[in-house]
């Protein structure tokens, strides 16, 4: 299997976001960014929908969704 091909992703509800920068921090694919310092982004190219970025998001913002 190729986790890079993995359907989960996460999600974010970018309005919501406080960027912290958590997620980013524990991000094991480096899939996520703060864009211009306000919203967190990711890159569905690198995520594999471990979910990690979810559960330290203190916001709650990040779900893990089946996209396709
Ligand atoms: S689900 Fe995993 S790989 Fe995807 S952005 Fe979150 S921490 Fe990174
Ligand atoms: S952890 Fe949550 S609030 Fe913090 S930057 Fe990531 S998505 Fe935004």
Do not use: D, F
């Not at 921090?25 to 990690?52: D, F, H, S, T, Y």
Request: a positive charge; charged letters at 20%.
């Amino acid at each position: 299997m190729n986790p890079g091909r993995s359907l989960k992703k996460a999600v974010i509800e970018q309005h919501s976001c406080v960027a912290c920068g958590c997620c980013v921090k524990v991000c094991p694919r480096k899939a996520i960014e703060i864009l211009g310092g306000i919203m967190a982004r990711v890159n569905w190219e690198q995520c594999v929908g471990c979910g990690k970025c979810m559960k330290e998001c203190p916001a709650s913002v990040i779900t893990i969704q089946e996209v396709c």
